[in-house]
């Protein structure tokens, strides 16, 4: 049985789907809420959906798991609760750490591309104390995954007892099927597409920074099949661990990202450049690239999905269907 929490969000989701279309049992950690986040799920056989505040208590049954998959978390970037922030994104991983490595059991986590702040100090999957030292995220989000990252380092170190094979995953800028539940932090693609087939332009944050132009703020897009490709090779190669960057190990501009999404709609494109709202001025990231070279030594040779194809898959099979669920 895996066990993934977050299982019904965006990553987690996909993951479930993976691993049910192999024919896994799957044990889902998550909330539905009174959306349709439920939709992520539907078409997919599953063992069961518990509820976080229950997880320690199944725990202590000793089900059998083959691997946790820790995918949850409060990822919104505007979020100012901290109690809450640290109480998802670095207590719980912290049990969950501890849970694994006491029953000898693999895990895998989400971390973020926000630990790398601004990218001043550039975007090295380094997992020493001293590199992760250095990093400055932007928001209380970031921090609290560098926050476990830089626990997890410190266990490693001091020679703690550890899961049999451990990985964090800093996913970049993911897009693909079952964002609708995700509101303002689903995909940039996603809200374009909602605004143009609302019949408005696609609108685009203006530049703020001297040099570069309006839509040129640049991203590592990764089509969420990608991750979703990292994570059951890792599953399938349990000699490997570490910290990895998850990205399509290039940077493309948000101006590429629309282009590609009015291509895929059959369109010429409609664009107009919008002011930052005020809480992201001096949050936002202008610049993200995922090197891969810690992926690709560690075995990981599949290749990235091109931006046009993730968006045109995305697209025409997902948001413009009757059903647009994986």
């Known amino acids: 049985m895996y066990l993934v929490t977050g299982g019904a969000g965006f990553i987690g989701s996909n993951l479930v789907a993976a ?5 896994e049992e799957v044990m889902v950690v998550d909330r539905l809420g009174t959306d349709d986040k439920w939709r992520n799920l539907a078409k997919h056989t599953i063992a069961g959906l518990l509820p976080p505040e229950e997880l320690e208590d199944f725990w202590a049954a000793e089900p059998p798991v083959t691997a946790v998959l820790h995918m949850g978390a409060i990822s919104a970037t505007t979020e100012t609760d901290g109690d809450l922030v640290a109480a998802t994104n670095l207590t719980l991983p912290l049990w969950l750490w501890s849970a694994c490595a006491g029953r000898q059991v693999p895990f895998i986590y989400a971390s973020s591309a926000a ?7 550039g975007f090295e999957d380094d997992a020493s104390p001293a590199a992760l030292a250095r990093l400055r995220p932007l928001n209380l989000y970031g921090w609290s995954k560098l926050a476990f990252d830089r626990r997890v380092a410190q266990m490693l170190a001091r020679g703690a007892p550890r899961p049999p094979q451990w990985a964090g995953l800093r996913f970049f800028n993911v897009y693909g099927p079952n964002e609708a539940h995700k509101g303002r932090m689903a995909s940039v693609l996603f809200h374009k597409y909602r605004q143009v087939m609302g019949g408005e332009p696609a609108t685009l944050f203006r530049s703020d920074r001297e040099g570069i132009a309006d839509g040129q703020q640049m ?3 990764v089509h969420v099949d990608d991750c979703v490709a990292v994570m059951l090779w890792l599953l399938e190669n349990p000699q490997v661990s570490g910290l990895f960057n998850v990205g ?4 493309r501009s948000f101006l590429d990202l629309i ?3 009015f291509a895929a ?5 409609e664009i107009r450049f919008i002011d930052m709202p005020a809480d992201l001025r001096g949050k ?4 993200t690239e995922a ?13 990235t999905t091109p931006l046009e194809d993730g968006v045109r898959r995305t697209v025409q099979d997902f948001l413009m269907a009757e059903d647009p669920y994986r």
Do not use: H, I, V
């Open 19 to 23: 691993l049910a279309a192999r024919g």
């Open 115 to 121: 630990t790398y702040g601004d990218g001043a100090q």
């Open 219 to 221: 991203r590592d897009f």
């Open 248 to 251: 399509s190990g290039r940077a």
């Open 259 to 261: 282009r590609a999404m």
């Open 265 to 269: 709609l059959g369109r010429a494109p």
């Open 284 to 287: 936002y990231q202008y610049f």
């Open 291 to 303: 090197p891969l070279d810690r992926l690709r030594a560690a075995g990981f040779n599949a290749q």
